[in-house]
């Protein structure tokens, strides 16, 4: 395998691994299902990474895609559906519980960590990319959280990067509001933006990913980066973030929903409550570990309420688009309970 071969099309090893030249190579090589994440893959992935913190002959791990339209379209969460359906509710968390100590790992990870984000990047590919050391996207790059459509959460320690975004000329400020923006609405951003944030660190060109990877493991990240890096256009979420920081940084959810109706109209009542008061949180932690198990404790709450299978039916598998939610409002959840649900948190399995 290299980064310039095509993994074998019969192949159902959905991750593939090699160590060469010091590096450690991983291939996201799910291609038809844009390398949706199978519990599989968490376990993998971990292993792999575990395997090679401590391996002298590896000196930074390299991730990319085997597919040309994605780099990661999130986790499989039809699977953890079918898994609630079948009242197999521990079994579901335990899926979380991987995934998320799949993105700790990543974040705590002693060597540099390249993730190579061309195409679409939703979910918890980005929870297998943003935590990376070495960020990489490209002008076709598509990120996204979209959780709230289908009845969950933003997750993957989203709740520890999304209230810490921040625009160039104002590195180091967060904006809380614009997290939410892009928390409650699962808006889509750019590959420019990305980088304008601080969710990325380089834009190359779309056609530069495989020689760029070739000249990770010839080169190593810094001269291969420092090479391919080009100049983002303009990020139009920078042109608009005084409207977003004024729609969004009201002090109340409610408040929110009636300044942009036109962007959450349709989400779950229950997870726009859940990702507003979980992202209160992640604000104020001091961890994406702590952030990670609030998620958890969170995660094996909503999967158990009715929203998460009927949005998970709407959306993925019946695809009409058209859930029936268990409360009309955001006004109408308790609130008071969710937060009651945030006050304990699971450990990883680390």
Not at 66 to 72: D, E, R, T
Not at 317 to 345: C, F, M, Y
């Amino acid at each position: 395998m290299t980064h310039t071969a095509a993994p074998p099309a019969d192949t159902d090893q959905h991750v593939l691994a090699e160590v060469r030249n010091g590096t450690g190579h991983l291939v996201l090589n799910r291609p038809r299902q844009l390398n949706a994440l199978t519990a599989q893959m968490y376990h993998d992935l971990k292993a792999a990474l575990d395997a090679w913190q401590d391996d002298d002959a590896v000196r930074h791990v390299l991730v990319t895609s085997a597919s040309a339209k994605a780099w990661c379209a999130g986790g499989d969460i039809r699977q953890v559906r079918d898994a609630v359906r079948e009242d197999q509710l521990e079994a579901a968390t335990q899926v979380f519980a991987v995934e998320y100590a799949l993105d700790c790992l990543i974040a705590d990870y002693p060597k540099p960590y390249v993730a190579l984000m061309n195409g679409i990047c939703m979910g918890g590919g980005m929870g297998i990319s943003v935590h990376g050391s070495h960020r990489v996207v490209g002008g076709s790059t598509v990120m996204a959280m979209p959780e709230t459509k289908i009845g969950f959460f933003t997750d993957i320690g989203a709740s520890w990067f999304l209230p810490r975004v921040s625009r160039p000329d104002r590195r180091g400020e967060p904006s809380l509001a614009v997290g939410r923006w892009l928390a409650l609405g699962g808006q889509r951003i750019s590959g420019a933006d990305a980088v304008a944030l601080g969710l990325a660190d380089v834009l190359v060109a779309d056609g530069d990913f495989p020689d760029l990877a070739a000249a990770v493991v010839e080169e190593g990240p810094a001269e291969a980066l420092a090479r391919f890096a080009r100049e983002p256009e303009p990020s139009p979420v920078v042109a608009r973030w005084e409207e977003i920081e004024d729609r969004y940084g009201a002090p109340t959810l409610q408040e929110i929903v009636a300044a942009a109706p036109e962007d959450l109209t349709g989400m779950s009542p229950s997870s726009l409550v859940r990702t507003f008061e979980l992202l209160e949180r992640g604000a104020a932690d001091d961890s994406v570990r702590s952030c990670l198990e609030r998620e958890l404790r969170l995660a094996a709450d909503t999967i158990a309420r009715p929203d998460f299978a009927e949005g998970v039916r709407a959306v993925l598998v019946d695809k009409d688009n058209a859930p029936v939610w268990e409360h009309a409002s955001v006004a109408d959840v308790d609130a008071d309970a969710v937060r009651a649900v945030l006050d304990e948190k699971l450990p990883l399995p680390l």
